[in-house]
């Protein structure tokens, strides 16, 4: 039972390269989201899904796309990656659709310069 | 906006103390939850409340919410080394948008041994 799988934890980009960040769930888990943490900020939302094919916008969506095409696998696409999207992000899930995330992943470093 | 606030910033205390951690938050919310974060690892759900009760224990975890106030604290019996870690809050929208978390920026409390 490997939890929330996030790949990959460092990658570097150029700005206005596109890249997908992986993450994964083996524990059946409906609700999946990802957040960014920037210093001194704590967590935002970025998006969510209550489930496959459901997905919605978080409080900082802009530049970001999400799909939910199985219940195991909520990638996170950048389509023109810009410095200001240089953070940490994580990808929670949660063992019901009701309370929020009790599972992280332990996240991936991203620097676009 | 963030939607908890921590305090304090910064916490330094040594080992076998009480370390106290207040959150306050701006809206009505379901639930108020506490996460710790290890420095470069991704979050730990600690605890959740929800906006009827009061008071909650876990171990050497208690957590009060005063709705009245706005308000939550997380108390640590006995602290020791290994609960050196950046603790967080955060709370769901009420209202029925409890799908979105909004996290607080952070106490980072250090246990010296």
């Known amino acids: 039972n490997a939890g929330v799988t996030q790949t990959p934890k460092f990658q570097v980009l150029k700005t206005g390269q596109s890249m997908t960040l992986q993450c994964a769930q083996d524990m059946n888990h409906e609700y999946m989201s990802w957040y960014r943490q920037d210093p001194g900020m704590g967590l935002r939302l970025i998006h969510y899904s209550v489930g496959a094919g459901i997905t919605d916008q978080g409080e900082v969506p802009n530049g970001y796309n999400v799909s939910r095409s199985t219940t195991e696998d909520f990638p996170l696409r950048l389509l023109s990656a810009a410095p200001s999207q240089t953070s940490v992000y994580f990808c929670?899930?949660?063992?019901?659709?009701?309370?929020?995330?009790?599972?992280f992943g332990s996240g991936t470093r991203l620097t676009v310069v | 906006s963030q939607q908890g606030e921590e305090d304090p910033q910064a916490l330094s205390i040594q080992e076998g103390e009480n370390a106290t951690m207040n959150c306050s938050y701006k809206t009505s919310i379901n639930n108020l939850q506490w996460y710790r974060q290890n420095s470069g690892r991704g979050l730990v759900h600690l605890i959740l409340i929800r906006s009827n009760e009061r008071e909650k224990h876990s171990g050497r975890l208690r957590v009060t919410l005063d709705t009245s106030k706005k308000s939550s604290s997380l108390l640590i019996t006995a602290s020791r080394a290994a609960d050196t870690a950046s603790y967080f809050c955060a709370t769901d929208g009420g209202g029925g948008s409890n799908y979105k978390l909004t996290f607080g920026k952070g106490t980072l409390l250090t246990v010296n041994p």
């Open positions: 929670a899930s949660s063992s019901t659709p009701g309370p929020p995330p009790d599972t």
